[in-house]
């Protein structure tokens, strides 16, 4: 294997003030570390190791075997948090990088930049900078006369020269693996008894060894997540990269600031977004769709030219040319085909509606099966649990359900049968048949 990846993820994040483990808190709807999980995921050939530490079961349960563990018992510093990693991937790899899980902006085309300038760097050490005077915390990189890299120096360390020096570390390192891992052992104890991934440059230059910078101009490359506040800033700052994608890719968003699309979302060209949109999990939506104001769509499938407004859809599937709102709920299992019309205050939950079915208003479906061009009148209910399980609807095509009807479950209507408004209907109901009444009888066949 060429490249090998360690992502450091073993800090408790005192600071944000939560049980839950830092790299777990949510950004764009999925825990932090994922985000340096997929960058490094995109430039190397096994997966990644992460080192854990606080809260590792949490971590464990919540990412699985998407990467691979190494566990840091004891917070010693960045350099000793490295050596965990080593058992796991000492003779694996030519190249290691190693990346920091609460810095999720860190974009896979600089990690593969980084890897470019260290196959080229005939020293062990490739690190990521930034020329930035506003980034006051960060370590100082320190040159000499001729350009070359001779140490890093943290602000508390620093003199007042140093601390007017604009090129920073930003804590991205691509290093020669088996160097790495002869020098990690040699790293100096800090005053605090910490070993530090940063010594690493002094111990090459004390070699005469070259270290190599690759310059980033992208600031959201830069935030860590230590705070609730900067955890808000990450999660801005991604939207934003998120929403120029997709303005770049043909979708309009009325207005960028309040479209809330997460990564894992996918949009079909000439589609138009408008405000105070939540777009999140799963979710596919098709070409030339329209999703009105402050819609919440999760996990859902669309096919073209559906038009949503102000509406909640979970776990749904639309084809073509679906019309669904304002304020209805499509649940886990709402399945509506191409044509269909659904109103507002409407709620599907569990059901197919044919091709072309209209449900206008004021109904809930449940558990059930509707046919082509089949009419839905407003108040209508699938009476659908019994108090013990749950029970099926089927009603044909071509049928017409009066308003207020309730249809008690198991029950079926064959194609082209009727309801009587305010029926309750018990018993199954024949082709062409009108049922009116409560309970429901067949008074007579309408063909």
């Known amino acids: 294997m060429t490249f090998a990846a360690v992502i450091l993820a073993a800090g408790q994040g005192t600071r944000l003030k939560s049980n839950l483990p830092k790299v777990l808190h949510r950004l764009a709807g999925r825990p932090l570390v994922t985000y340096a999980i997929e960058a490094a995921q995109a430039v190397v050939q096994t997966p990644p190791v992460l080192v854990i530490g606080h809260g590792a079961e949490d971590v464990r ?86 350009g070359r890299v001779t140490g890093i120096v943290e602000l508390a360390q620093a003199t007042a020269a140093q601390k007017a020096i604009t090129e920073k570390n930003v804590g991205a390192y691509c290093f020669e693996a088996e160097w790495l891992w002869a020098h990690l052992p040699q790293l100096p104890a800090s005053p605090k ?45 991604l939207r934003e990269r998120i929403n120029a994608h997709w303005l770049a890719e043909g979708v309009t968003l009325i207005d960028p600031t309040t479209a809330y699309i997460e990564p894992t979302v996918r949009l079909g060209r000439d589609t138009i977004i408008w405000p105070n949109v939540h777009l999140q999990g799963q979710t596919v939506i098709g070409e030339n769709c329209v999703i009105g104001p402050n819609c919440i769509i999760r996990d859902t499938m669309m096919g073209a030219g559906c038009h949503i407004e102000a509406s909640v859809l979970e776990g749904a599937w639309l084809a073509e040319a679906v019309e669904v709102g304002p304020f209805a709920h499509l649940r886990k299992g709402a399945r509506l085909e191409r044509g269909v ?96 009444g409560l309970p429901a009888r067949v008074i007579r066949k309408l063909k």
């Open 61 to 146: 349960a919540a990412l699985g075997e998407s990467v691979r563990y190494a566990v840091q018992a004891e917070q010693l510093g960045t350099g000793h948090a490295v050596w965990m990693a080593a058992e796991l991937l000492r003779g694996q790899a030519k190249y290691v990088f190693v990346t920091y899980g609460d810095t999720p902006l860190v974009k896979p085309e600089t990690l593969r930049a980084l890897a470019e300038a260290q196959q080229q760097n005939t020293g062990p050490i490739t690190l990521l900078s930034i020329d930035a005077p506003e980034l006051y915390d960060f370590g100082r990189i320190e040159r000499d006369a001729a």
């Open 193 to 237: 008894g910490e070993f530090y991934l940063t010594d690493t440059i002094a111990q090459a230059v004390a070699e005469g060894r070259h270290v190599q910078t690759v310059k980033t101009t992208d600031l959201a490359e830069t935030l860590g997540v230590n705070t609730r506040a900067q955890l808000a800033q990450a999660e801005k700052l």
């Open 341 to 436: 019309h659904m109103g507002n205050f409407g709620e599907v939950k569990n059901s197919t509606l044919g091709p072309g079915v209209k449900m206008g208003h004021f109904s809930y479906i449940g558990d059930a099966v509707i046919g082509a061009e089949t009419n839905i009148g407003a108040g209508t209910i699938t009476c659908n649990f019994d108090g013990v399980k749950k029970n099926k609807t089927v009603i044909g095509e071509n049928a017409f359900i009066g308003s207020d009807t309730m249809l008690v479950a198991p029950v079926t209507l064959g194609n082209g049968a009727r309801t009587g408004a305010g029926s309750v209907v018990t018993k199954n109901v024949p082709d062409d048949s009108l049922a009116v």
